[in-house]
């Protein structure tokens, strides 16, 4: 069985690029549900992280559809988020929760819309 590791504890570690680049810090975990069911509640399996600078606020949802909401708010809310990226799981290749950085696969990251 593989170490267990609160959720929270991902948030703030720095990204490092396969190329030896640093990146921002993780800022949020995004979920899904699994195939795996307990009780009447399907597990939550990560999906990806949103990466960027540490900002008061949250994306609203933004992040996920950039249709949702008045259009103003959005467009607010993309704006002071304009460097969040988001990294799929899959990308991860290990993480050093001792020295708190997520060494990834890939060298840039796509946009979270």
Same mark, same amino acid.
């Given at each position: 069985?593989?170490?267990?590791?609160?959720?929270?504890?991902?948030?703030?570690?720095?990204i490092r690029f396969a190329n030896g680049a640093d990146?921002?810090? !993780?800022?949020? !975990?995004?979920?899904?549900?699994?195939d795996r069911v307990h009780g009447v509640l399907a597990e939550l399996v990560t999906e990806g992280l949103v990466v960027g600078k540490r900002r008061?606020?949250?994306?609203?949802?933004?992040?996920? *559809?950039?249709?949702?909401?008045?259009w103003m708010i959005g467009v607010d809310v993309r704006f002071r988020h304009r460097?969040?990226?988001?990294?799929?799981? *899959? *990308?991860v290749d290990h993480i050093d929760w001792g020295e708190r950085i997520v060494q990834v696969r890939v060298t840039s990251l796509r946009p979270p819309y």
């Open positions: 069985m593989s170490e267990r590791h609160c959720l929270n504890d991902l948030l703030g570690m720095h990146g921002d810090q !993780v800022t949020d !975990v995004r979920l899904r549900p699994g008061p606020g949250t994306l609203f949802g933004y992040d996920r *559809d950039p249709r949702r909401g008045p460097h969040t990226r988001y990294l799929p799981w *899959d *990308d």
